[in-house]
């Protein structure tokens, strides 16, 4: 009688184990580094380098020769060293892995924090730093404390304009920014099955938020069908009887369109409580929310209208950008007067491309707000698709209308 | 594994972004992450880093995994990090570079206050007061000791 962490890592929470990791990968910002520290410790040969992916999306293109430089070095190890390599325009990496290689109790390691966006296939996905990343290029191996599990337990459906980040948003503002850390989150409840693969991706992405090692879905009918459609075919997994160390209950019919305030991903208000707020900036992207459902979400409410305020939108992947070419949805983003950037991560970490200026305001679908993250002296609001869409609009924080 | 030095008191949820902003990230230069650690929370503690320890509150190094946070913490001369709780992948960055990390309920602290620790005996003092340290794995004990994960991982080759 286990919990999903205790059944994929073979052991009960609480013990360290040693654990082969069946996929692990890193972006340009931690792979320069995970490089660097292989080089240290004396490395030349990887045991698994089939399991191993770098993936370009923080900064991409390179914003200055430095940053390019870093990339092309690590383009070369790529190629030398036989790792598979998303060069830029890709996508954001977990978005990239969505699409691919992740199956049903895998041990899933990535060197950035949202790396616990794969427990969404209900595998066993966790972040680490490039130097832990070094070590798993070394060896194909790394070590886990087994975490003890807080059931998220989610009943009904979604109602009105409320979407999977509303619910996200929601299960941060119970748990608190530490509410969760050591802790994994499993999704449970009848509520769980209504959600689909993009929600529970953005479900799964916000649990480092609460300082959660990971967040997992039971791999279900919808899990299968969504492997299935990526060419892999895999049984669901059934729960068992488990002891989880609490419950948190959400109800999802009673939830409204959310947003959490400057600077705390765990203070939220209602959207129609801050309407009215003036903004500079919509972005619609990252690894939370820069899916197809959020883009044709978005496209829906902004289709035929202007926007009234910057607005960048960034397909999370190429996969997504085709697919939205593809359906029209693109199109009708751009006529609405909105700016479209390659797939990545764009200014989600105040890096380039949309970063805030002093005393400006950005209403963004990311996960984080921290005080000067995306620009010294900005606030960012975060929020679902919808009321981004709304949002911008209106130039000020709107309620989005009912789908 | 002891150390000491004078407090610099932080608060709650210091987050990655605080520690090293994302500006700063694109360079391999460990000494561009120590000159600007802290910055945007308080710029004179670069200044008052050398030889102190870090006293935070809840949350200590939320965030991303950018493991620059503690190569500028650790290149800019702090002895350790002292905190009720700490986001998980700091504390495993943090001992991969080999930088003390002290689980402790420390509940006050003054800026400048004499801090000692001694991670083997499991405790650690702020001005006197004694608080317990949880205990770290015998891994984790091990790579601190050999001062970070690369060296660790040369001395079994
Ligand atoms: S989109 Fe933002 S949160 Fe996601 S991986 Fe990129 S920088 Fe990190």
């Given at each position: 009688?286990?919990?999903?962490?205790?059944?994929?890592l073979?052991?009960?929470?609480?013990?360290?184990?040693?654990?082969?990791?069946?996929?692990?990968f890193?972006?340009?910002?931690?792979?320069?580094?995970?490089?660097?520290?292989?080089?240290?410790m004396?490395v030349e040969?990887?045991p698994?380098?089939e399991?191993?992916?770098l993936?370009f999306?923080?900064?991409?293109?390179?914003?200055t020769g430095?940053?390019a430089?870093?990339q092309?070095e690590?383009?070369g190890y790529?190629?030398?060293?036989?790792?598979?390599?998303?060069?830029?325009?890709?996508?954001?990496?977990?978005?990239?892995?969505s699409?691919?290689?992740?199956?049903p109790?895998m041990v899933?390691?990535?060197a950035?924090?949202?790396?616990?966006?794969?427990?969404?296939?209900?595998?066993?996905?966790?972040g680490v730093g490039?130097t832990d990343m070094?070590a798993?290029?070394a060896?194909?191996a790394?070590?886990?404390?087994?975490?003890?599990?807080?059931?998220v337990?989610?009943?009904?459906?979604?109602a009105?304009?409320?979407?999977?980040?509303d619910i996200a948003?929601?299960?941060?503002?119970?748990?608190?920014?530490?509410?969760?850390?050591y802790?994994?989150?499993?999704f449970v409840?009848?509520?769980?099955?209504?959600?689909s693969?993009d929600?529970?991706?953005?479900?799964c992405?916000?649990?480092?938020?609460?300082?959660?090692?990971?967040g997992?879905f039971?791999?279900?009918a919808a899990?299968?069908?969504?492997?299935?459609?990526?060419?892999?075919s895999?049984?669901?997994?059934?729960?068992e009887d488990c002891r989880y160390?609490?419950?948190?209950d959400?109800?999802?019919s009673?939830?409204?369109p959310?947003?959490?305030?400057?600077?705390?991903?765990?203070?939220?208000r209602?959207?129609e409580?801050?309407?009215g707020?003036?903004?500079d900036?919509?972005?619609?992207?990252?690894?939370?929310?820069?899916?197809?459902?959020?883009l044709?979400r978005?496209?829906e409410?902004?289709?035929g209208?202007?926007?009234?305020?910057?607005?960048?939108?960034?397909?999370?992947?190429r996969?997504v950008?085709a697919?939205?070419?593809a359906?029209?949805?693109l199109?009708?983003?751009?006529d609405?007067?909105?700016?479209v950037a390659p797939?990545?991560?764009?200014?989600?970490l105040g890096?380039?491309?949309?970063v805030?200026g002093?005393?400006?305001?950005c209403?963004?679908?990311?996960?984080?707000?921290?005080?000067n993250?995306?620009?010294v002296?900005?606030?960012?609001y975060?929020?679902?698709?919808a009321?981004?869409?709304?949002s911008?609009?209106?130039g000020e924080?709107a309620?989005?209308?009912v789908? | 594994?002891?150390g000491?030095g004078?407090?610099i008191?932080?608060?709650?949820d210091?987050?990655?972004?605080?520690?090293?902003?994302?500006?700063?990230l694109?360079?391999?230069d460990r000494s561009?992450w120590a000159?600007?650690l802290l910055?945007?929370l308080d710029?004179?503690i670069?200044?008052r880093?050398?030889?102190?320890?870090?006293v935070?509150?809840r949350?200590?190094?939320?965030?991303s995994s950018?493991?620059?946070?503690v190569v500028?913490?650790?290149?800019?001369?702090?002895v350790?990090?002292?905190?009720?709780s700490?986001?998980?992948?700091f504390?495993?960055?943090?001992i991969n570079?080999g930088l003390?990390v002290?689980?402790?309920p420390v509940s006050?602290?003054?800026?400048?206050?004499?801090?000692?620790?001694d991670l083997?005996?499991?405790w650690v003092?702020?001005?006197g007061?004694?608080?317990?340290?949880?205990p770290l794995?015998?891994?984790?004990?091990a790579?601190?000791?050999?001062?970070?994960?690369?060296?660790?991982?040369r001395s079994?080759?």
């Amino acid at each position: 009688m286990s919990t999903l962490s205790e059944r994929i890592l073979g052991a009960p929470a609480g013990t360290y184990v040693d654990r082969e990791v069946d996929l692990a990968f890193a972006h340009d910002g931690t792979g320069v580094l995970a490089r660097e520290a292989l080089r240290d410790m004396g490395v030349e040969n990887l045991p698994h380098p089939e399991r191993l992916r770098l993936i370009f999306d923080h900064i991409i293109p390179a914003n200055t020769g430095m940053t390019a430089a870093l990339q092309t070095e690590l383009r070369g190890y790529a190629r030398s060293s036989g790792i598979a390599l998303t060069d830029a325009g890709g996508g954001i990496c977990h978005q990239v892995m969505s699409e691919g290689p992740v199956r049903p109790g895998m041990v899933v390691v990535g060197a950035d924090s949202h790396s616990c966006t794969l427990g969404a296939f209900g595998a066993f996905a966790t972040g680490v730093g490039a130097t832990d990343m070094a070590a798993i290029w070394a060896s194909g191996a790394t070590w886990f404390r087994v975490p003890e599990t807080i059931a998220v337990r989610l009943r009904g459906d979604l109602a009105g304009a409320a979407e999977p980040k509303d619910i996200a948003l929601t299960y941060v503002s119970k748990l608190g920014m530490e509410g969760a850390t050591y802790r994994a989150l499993e999704f449970v409840g009848d509520g769980a099955a209504g959600i689909s693969m993009d929600g529970r991706l953005t479900l799964c992405n916000m649990a480092v938020e609460t300082g959660a090692k990971t967040g997992m879905f039971y791999a279900d009918a919808a899990t299968v069908g969504y492997l299935a459609e990526h060419g892999a075919s895999v049984s669901p997994w059934i729960p068992e009887d488990c002891r989880y160390e609490r419950e948190v209950d959400i109800d999802l019919s009673g939830i409204v369109p959310l947003v959490a305030v400057p600077h705390r991903v765990d203070t939220i208000r209602e959207v129609e409580a801050v309407a009215g707020t003036q903004i500079d900036q919509v972005f619609v992207g990252t690894c939370t929310n820069g899916r197809y459902e959020d883009l044709a979400r978005f496209a829906e409410i902004v289709r035929g209208k202007k926007v009234a305020v910057r607005t960048l939108v960034i397909p999370a992947s190429r996969a997504v950008l085709a697919r939205a070419i593809a359906t029209g949805v693109l199109a009708e983003i751009v006529d609405a007067g909105c700016m479209v950037a390659p797939p990545g991560c764009g200014p989600c970490l105040g890096a380039h491309m949309g970063v805030l200026g002093e005393g400006e305001v950005c209403l963004s679908t990311a996960n984080r707000n921290f005080k000067n993250r995306m620009g010294v002296g900005g606030e960012i609001y975060l929020s679902s698709a919808a009321t981004a869409a709304a949002s911008a609009l209106a130039g000020e924080i709107a309620v989005p209308e009912v789908a | 594994m002891q150390g000491e030095g004078p407090a610099i008191c932080l608060g709650s949820d210091i987050d990655t972004d605080q520690i090293i902003a994302g500006r700063y990230l694109r360079t391999k230069d460990r000494s561009v992450w120590a000159a600007h650690l802290l910055e945007d929370l308080d710029p004179t503690i670069v200044g008052r880093a050398r030889g102190a320890v870090i006293v935070a509150g809840r949350n200590m190094g939320c965030g991303s995994s950018r493991e620059q946070a503690v190569v500028a913490l650790r290149e800019a001369g702090v002895v350790g990090v002292v905190a009720p709780s700490f986001a998980r992948i700091f504390f495993r960055n943090a001992i991969n570079v080999g930088l003390p990390v002290i689980e402790a309920p420390v509940s006050s602290c003054t800026d400048g206050a004499r801090v000692v620790f001694d991670l083997d005996a499991g405790w650690v003092k702020v001005d006197g007061e004694r608080y317990p340290a949880r205990p770290l794995s015998a891994k984790m004990v091990a790579i601190l000791r050999a001062g970070g994960l690369v060296p660790y991982w040369r001395s079994r080759l």
